[in-house]
């Protein structure tokens, strides 16, 4: 459900803005985005383990910082935010079960010039992986029907 009151051409331009290389490139999809809340999901490669044979933390952490920031970017219903990561407080828990890890992110304060989010990775079992909280620099703030139409 990704903004379902946004016509296919208006999805594509935000998922356009909210998609970047590195997140394409392993192949994380957006399950949910809704104001202030965001859900994604990574299905797992072999080429995603560290030399221990466990998941890479820099490929969990991807999924965290992308999905807290999906989620800030669509903090009001309104406008859209442009931030980028000021700081992270991240927990590694377990390394996840599975062929697939999830990553649900929800908006705890968002105020002028920052905004803080806590994100939770939970693998196919429902195991809490990462748990972590992202703070955001706000570049910019734009009227959402304007963003849409760029």
Avoid at 15 to 26: M, N, Q, R, V, W
Avoid at 133 to 146: H, M, V, Y
Wanted: aromatic share 10%; with cysteine.
């Amino acid at each position: 459900m990704i903004e379902e009151h946004l016509s296919e051409t208006e999805r594509q331009r935000f998922l356009s803005f909210a998609y970047s290389g590195f997140t394409k490139e392993i192949g994380a999809t957006f399950d949910t985005i809704d104001v202030g809340r965001c859900v994604m999901s990574l299905d797992l490669k072999p080429e995603f383990n560290n030399p221990n044979a466990f998941l890479h933390g820099g490929v969990t952490f991807t999924l965290f910082d992308t999905c807290t920031g999906t989620a800030v970017s669509n903090a009001y219903k309104d406008y859209i935010l442009k931030p980028v990561t000021q700081s992270t407080t991240v927990y590694f828990l377990h390394a996840p079960k599975g062929k697939k890890i999830t990553a649900e992110a929800r908006i705890i304060k968002c105020g002028r010039t920052t905004c803080l989010a806590e994100c939770d990775v939970t693998d196919e079992l429902g195991t809490l992986i990462l748990n972590g909280t992202a703070q955001f620099f706000i570049l910019d703030k734009i009227p959402r029907e304007e963003f849409l139409r760029k």
